[in-house]
C-alpha cells in the first residue's frame, strides 16, 4: 500500500453543527495525519471551480449555493491508502445509503448536505490539492 494524500472539505452543514473535531477525530484515528488545513469562505466562483466536473449535472447550482452558504474546513490527509480509507470513513454519498458509523451515516441531513468531501482518485486528488494549497503550505511529517 502506498502513501497517499487526499483532499477532504468538512462542508458548511457540518461546520454548523459544530462537529469538526469529531470529524478530524476520525481521520486520526484512523490513521490519517492532517497535514494542511484552513478554514474558508468559498466564493461562488472558487465553488463553480471546484465542482466544474459537475457543471451541467442538474444539482449544481443547488450543490454551489449549499458550498457558498457558511464556511468550510479544508484539509490535506495523508496516510496508506488515504483516498479510499477516507471515502469509507466518509460513507456513501447519500447519507441514507452510508454504513451505520460512517461520517455522513452519523452527521448528515441529505444528499445536499452531505457534511464532508473527498477526493475520489489519485488524479482528482492531486487537481483538488493544488485548488487549495500551494506546496509551501502542506506540511510533511
Ligand atoms: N450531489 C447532490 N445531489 C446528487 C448528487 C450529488 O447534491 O444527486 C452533491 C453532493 O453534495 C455530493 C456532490 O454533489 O457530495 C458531489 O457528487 P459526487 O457524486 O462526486 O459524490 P461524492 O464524491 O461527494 O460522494
Not at 474558508?40 to 444539482?59: C, I, N, T, W
Amino acid at each position: 500500500m502506498a502513501v497517499e494524500r487526499t483532499l477532504s472539505i468538512v462542508k458548511p452543514d457540518a461546520v454548523a453543527k459544530n462537529v469538526i473535531g469529531q470529524i478530524y477525530s476520525r481521520f486520526e484515528n484512523a490513521g490519517l495525519k492532517i497535514i494542511a488545513a484552513r478554514m474558508m469562505q468559498l466564493s461562488r466562483a472558487e465553488a463553480e471551480g471546484f465542482y466544474a466536473v459537475h457543471k451541467d449535472r442538474p444539482f449544481f447550482k443547488d450543490l454551489v449555493e449549499f458550498m457558498i452558504s457558511g464556511p468550510v474546513m479544508v484539509q490535506v490527509l495523508e496516510g496508506e491508502n488515504a483516498i479510499l480509507k477516507n471515502r469509507e470513513l466518509m460513507g456513501a454519498t447519500d447519507p441514507k445509503k452510508a454504513d451505520k458509523g460512517t461520517i455522513r451515516a452519523d452527521f448528515a441531513d441529505s444528499i445536499d448536505a452531505n457534511a464532508v468531501h473527498g477526493s475520489d482518485a489519485p488524479e482528482t486528488a492531486a487537481v483538488e490539492i493544488a485548488y487549495f494549497f500551494p506546496t509551501m503550505q502542506i506540511c510533511a511529517r
